[in-house]
T-cell receptor, first 113, second 110 residues
Framework: DAGVTQSPTHLIKTRGQQVTLRCSPISGHKSVSWYQQVLGQGPQFIFQYYEKEERGRGNFPDRFSARQFPNYSSELNVNALLLGDSALYLC????????????FGPGTRLTVT | AQRVTQPEKLLSVFKGAPVELKCNYSYSGSPELFWYVQYSRQRLQLLLRHISRESIKGFTADLNKGETSFHLKKPFAQEEDSAMYYCALSGGGSNYKLTFGKGTLLTVNP
């Protein structure tokens, strides 16, 4: 298993644009979480999905949205991008019986200019 | 509200010396505590979880509820331990989100 995969690896967008980030969990994992990591900080929780339902949402504006598909992959959408949205976006998956143990992907580096 | 504090941004030790990475937390209930590690050019990975009480790669961490701490310790540091270490907390219940500290960069010198 390749582990959690994320695409794209890097992305450059302009202020005001919209972006979609993608995540494929480990096979058998049904929960996906998204985190934002700004340089010099630890990851900050954005969303968690389990069995295609939103289970938790962090302190982020409504410009951030996500969804989980029947195959348990997930997308994170960010509208009206701001310079402050520049960060590494991490996706993590976990298995049904061990939801606390989150396995992270390599991340998508988003740069907003 | 849940909060994790890692007071040291950088920690440098010599090979063979003991190492302790500090973590303090704030949470009103009974949290789950974790240590995650990120080696150079690798993804973030779970090192250990307090409830399992394991020793992974020689590291141990004890949850001290009185001091609200979860310090990571290793008696004899190795050069391959050099990495960024994050302490994380989960509040449990139906929300398994992780709250991370800012991380400590450990450098083990030869």
């Amino acid at each position: 298993d390749a582990g959690v995969t994320q695409s794209p690896t890097h992305l450059i967008k302009t202020r005001g644009q919209q972006v979609t980030l993608r995540c494929s969990p480990i096979s058998g994992h049904k929960s996906v979480s998204w985190y934002q990591q700004v340089l010099g900080q630890g990851p900050q929780f954005i969303f968690q999905y389990y069995e295609k339902e939103e289970r938790g949402r962090g302190n982020f504006p409504d410009r951030f949205s996500a969804r989980q598909f029947p195959n348990y992959s997930s997308e994170l959408n960010v509208n009206a991008l701001l310079l402050g949205d520049s960060a590494l976006y991490l996706c993590a998956s976990s298995s049904p019986g061990r939801l606390y143990e989150q396995y992270f992907g390599p991340g998508t580096r988003l740069t907003v200019t | 509200a849940q909060r994790v504090t890692q007071p040291e941004k950088l920690l440098s030790v010599f090979k063979g010396a003991p190492v302790e990475l500090k973590c303090n937390y704030s949470y009103s209930g009974s949290p789950e505590l974790f240590w995650y590690v990120q080696y150079s050019r690798q993804r973030l990975q779970l090192l250990l979880r307090h409830i399992s009480r394991e020793s992974i790669k020689g590291f141990t961490a004890d949850l001290n509820k009185g001091e609200t701490s979860f310090h990571l310790k290793k008696p004899f540091a190795q050069e391959e331990d050099s990495a960024m270490y994050y302490c994380a907390l989960s509040g449990g219940g139906s929300n398994y989100k992780l709250t991370f500290g800012k991380g400590t960069l450990l450098t083990v010198n030869p």
